[in-house]
């Protein structure tokens, strides 16, 4: 699929913030072309995109964490 045929039909089902737009673009660069329906690519941003929130909600906990005195507990 072309990248900007991919990052259409992303805007237009997910409507994503340009942040996650740009960021899901650059880790996924190389790989558009291996996307050969719209399902697979949708399905490919939903994971990508609960990795990305999980990553900053143990960010944040971890920096709670820290604020607050207790050792770092998520390495």
Known sequence: MERNEALEIIRRER?????ELESFEND????FEEFSDSTD???????WLGDADLYY???RAELYMESRGFPHYYD
Do not use: I, K
């Open 57 to 59: 909600e143990r960010l």
């Open 41 to 47: 690519l949708l399905g490919a941003f939903d994971n």
């Open 28 to 31: 996924f660069w190389n790989r």
């Open 15 to 19: 409507a994503p913030r340009d942040y």
